[in-house]
């Protein structure tokens, strides 16, 4: 691709940096060119190296690179070739032999060199994740189609990338360079530097695109942005240059940095101050700011990270910034991860070439549990991936609209924004819980039948007694709830029509415990146990009383209980008896005692020896530990309500 921003590698995708000024002989020429990011000469100079004969291989090698760095798999391939062909070649060069390929839709061949590259011993995680899905290709193309891609009229012949809306007007960056009498080029593709433009829908047409107002742009680069809710606040990322003034790392570079403005009551951006983690020794860049203004997500090729560029986090308070957070090896690869962007949803949509994708950079989304943990990294699939560049992902809010940029076929210029609608995906969920206690209830039955009666679903809940389950939008659904332990619940309408701006519809129940279930078997509860001839409380069975207290004062506040309490069978029957009923007076008075209504406990009964649980009556041999099982209370359930 031939465009102004592609890898960090080259400073975050628009970094610059001066042409070296001793030039001996047209490889040293061809060498400072492409270190200097001029790419487009660079490959003239080497082209003229193999028609002179000279350092062909190594030629060819940085012809591949150079196209590769301009995003023309087509090329690149084509010197790629024959740079695999070459003896003691570096196996990195099959993995970018391979990656153009699939670039180019040639996937079994790309499979080829990435499987050569596997043999290497090179150590990627890159390519076990490409290898981990042998049918991505296909899956991905017969995914149940989300986007719906469209052009926009406000793109240039040249280079717009990372258009995003807030309160009605469009931001992008472009090298379209409107209003400048004298055109100033960047080396790496020979295009004009960076601004940032505006734009508004008025109906099906947009306004003539123009500069934003202030003091954002300058005659470097400007890009990636993100603006806070309010539309008062503007994190942009540029070149290393403020005030007037350039900075460059020790080898030369002029890396980019983010930056943060301010909307003043002239509507003009203004107040332009540096981010404090920015550094001149790297790049930071492609802001993302989440919904309640508290975190901002960027891209950076940092000292530490997994990659050539990782995406980051921090924490937002006033003024002040957390220390950068990597987010971790679910998103990072040892490619490039690029232009994140939160949604107000929380997920986090980005770019990577490191991950399972179509071509070149493909855009991903994270899925989520309920605490916001990364569960799953999902491919977006067509038309918003193609089979090369894609990158700087927009939604608004509702998740229905938004952008995205892409050197594709078919475009009118380099990198071209395009719009989409979505039909953002739907679902039914709910929770089952005990009408009683209110807690939820695992492994309960849910069947879901279509408007014909066909069952279409048949599922359990989860540990935390929710479900959750795709569904179609603008028709009915029954859904049913059962559980063992339950009464039956009648059946519940989950109507989907008029779900437009909503992606999901609850559905819960509350079910009905079933009389008389042992609840305590369920929660672990035991019998208590005495010392020989005693009827004190232990410790042990302290513990347990408590369990038992806290079931009928939190957990069950109308269920009722009896207490039958026993005895071993030495001593007279007529003894036993009555320490029977001691043993059921304590432990009645130590529920008592610890706030149970008396009259949830029905009975508390003394039985002596009468009902032993083994062979340990009179006149039998039997150990103490045997005798122990018989001197217990026991808990019955009563009722649940």
């Known amino acids: 691709m031939k465009k102004v921003l592609f890898f960090l590698t080259a400073v975050l995708y628009f970094g610059i940096t001066p042409y070296a000024s001793a030039q001996f002989g047209k490889q040293k020429k061809a060498d400072a060119l492409f270190n200097s990011f001029s790419f487009v000469k660079a490959i003239e100079t080497y082209k003229i190296l193999i028609e002179n004969n000279y350092n062909v291989e190594y030629a060819k090698r940085k012809l591949g690179d150079s196209y590769s760095m301009l995003r023309d798999p087509q090329n690149a391939a084509y010197y790629y070739s024959d740079a695999v062909k070459q003896p003691n070649i570096d196996p990195e060069y099959y993995l970018k032999y391979a990656l153009a390929l699939r670039s180019l839709k040639k996937y079994e061949e790309s499979e080829v060199w990435l499987n050569k590259y596997k043999e290497s011993g090179a150590n990627d995680s890159r390519i ?19 986007y ?14 990372g258009a995003i809306e807030n309160n009605g007007t469009i931001y992008f960056a472009s090298t379209r360079d409107k209003g400048v009498g004298i055109k100033r080029t960047y080396t790496w ?61 020790e080898n030369g570079t002029n890396n980019l940095k983010i930056y943060k403005a301010t909307l003043n009551d002239k509507e003009k951006w203004t107040n332009i101050t540096e981010l404090p983690f920015n550094s001149n020794n790297y790049s930071v860049g492609h802001p993302s700011l989440s919904a309640d203004g508290k975190t901002l997500y960027f891209a950076s090729d940092m000292p530490g990270g997994k990659g050539k560029s990782d995406l980051y986090k921090v924490t937002i308070s006033g003024d002040n910034y957390s220390k950068p957070e990597n987010l971790g090896d679910k998103i990072n690869t040892e490619g490039n991860e690029l232009f994140p962007f939160v949604h107000n949803d929380g997920n986090l949509f980005f770019s990577s070439d490191g991950l399972q994708g179509l071509g070149e950079l493909d855009i991903f989304t994270t899925v989520l549990d309920d605490e916001g943990n990364i569960q799953e990294i999902i491919n977006l699939g067509v038309p918003v991936n193609s089979n090369t560049d894609d990158f700087a992902f927009f939604l608004n809010d509702s998740g229905e609209t938004g952008f995205i940029s892409s050197n594709r076929e078919g475009g009118k210029g380099d990198d071209d924004i395009y719009g989409f609608d979505r039909i953002p995906p739907f679902s039914i969920k709910g929770i089952v819980t005990d009408v009683i206690n209110k ?50 619940e009648p059946s519940k309408v989950a109507d989907t029509h008029n779900s437009k701006g909503k992606s999901f519809i609850q559905v819960d129940f509350e079910l009905d415990p ?22 004190n409380i232990r410790t042990d069975a302290a513990i347990e009383l408590e369990k038992i207290a806290d079931l009928l004062l939190k957990t069950y506040p109308a269920m009722e209980i009896e207490i039958g309490s026993h005895t071993d069978s030495r001593g007279s029957f007529k003894y036993n008896e009555a320490l029977g009923i001691r043993r059921a007076n304590a432990t009645y008075n130590y529920l008592v005692s610890r706030g149970i209504n ?6 508390h009964e003394g039985f002596g020896e009468y009902n032993l649980v083994n062979d340990c009556k009179d006149g039998v041999d039997c150990s103490e530990s045997s005798h122990q099982l018989n001197r217990r209370s026991v808990f019955t359930i009563l009722k649940m309500k």
């Open 128 to 146: 076990q994740k490409i290898a981990e899905d042998k049918n991505f290709i296909t899956n991905i193309y017969n995914l149940k189609q989300q």
């Open 189 to 249: 593709n020979q295009q004009p530097f960076l601004d940032l433009y505006t734009t508004k829908k008025e109906g099906e047409n947009y306004t003539e695109s123009e500069k934003i107002n202030g003091d954002v742009n300058t005659k470097f680069h400007e890009g990636q942005i993100s603006i806070s809710k309010d539309g008062k606040t503007m994190f942009f990322t540029r070149n290393n240059y403020n005030n007037g003034k350039k900075q460059k790392d």
């Open 598 to 603: 008396p009259n949830r406990i029905k009975k």
């Open 439 to 488: 807690q939820p209830v695992k492994d309960a039955k849910i069947i879901i039948k279509d408007k014909d009666g066909n069952i279409i679903a048949d599922l359990l809940t989860d540990q935390k007694g929710k479900y959750n389950i795709a569904a179609d939008r603008e028709t009915n659904y029954t859904i049913e709830a059962s559980h063992p332990k339950y009464q039956p």
């Open 514 to 535: 079933v009389q008389n279930v042992d609840i305590l078997a369920d929660i672990n509860i035991q019998n208590i146990y005495f010392d020989f001839d005693k009827h």
């Open 148 to 161: 719906f891609s469209k052009s926009v009229p406000f793109n240039s012949e040249l280079s717009d990338f």
